[in-house]
């Protein structure tokens, strides 16, 4: 059964940046468009960035131009590299399928706070 791991949040300072990373077994990364979301408390869990496994990459408006989703097939990890970050940042970050969906991760938290 494929994992979703996801792992490099923590506290940052506004203005900051994250590298998020999410491993996966099997060829789950390589066979599927890969996205990354979050939750932040008392939203509902969006779509901020997604891979196709060709590198074709789409970001939410949110994000544009502040985030970047790249994936590295041969190590079965997807990343996102998170710079400017804001308070409105802050949530629990998770990878998964962006069209086929297995098993949600535990997500990695990201909390961006002065």
């Known amino acids: 059964q494929v994992q979703l791991v996801e792992s490099g949040g923590g506290l940052v300072q506004p203005g900051g940046s994250l590298r998020l990373s999410c491993t996966a077994s099997g060829s789950f990364f390589s066979t599927y468009v890969i996205g990354w979301y979050r939750q932040a408390p008392g939203k509902q869990r969006e779509l901020v960035a997604a891979?196709?496994?060709?590198?074709?990459?789409n970001y939410a408006d949110s994000v544009k131009g502040r985030f970047t989703i790249s994936r590295d097939n041969a190590k079965n990890t997807v990343y996102l590299q998170m710079n400017s970050l804001t308070p409105e940042d802050t949530a629990v970050y998770y990878c998964?399928?962006?069209?086929?969906?297995?098993?949600w991760g535990q997500g990695t938290q990201v909390t961006v706070s002065s």
């Open positions: 891979i196709t496994t060709g590198g074709n990459v």
């Open positions: 998964n399928g962006r069209f086929y969906k297995i098993s």
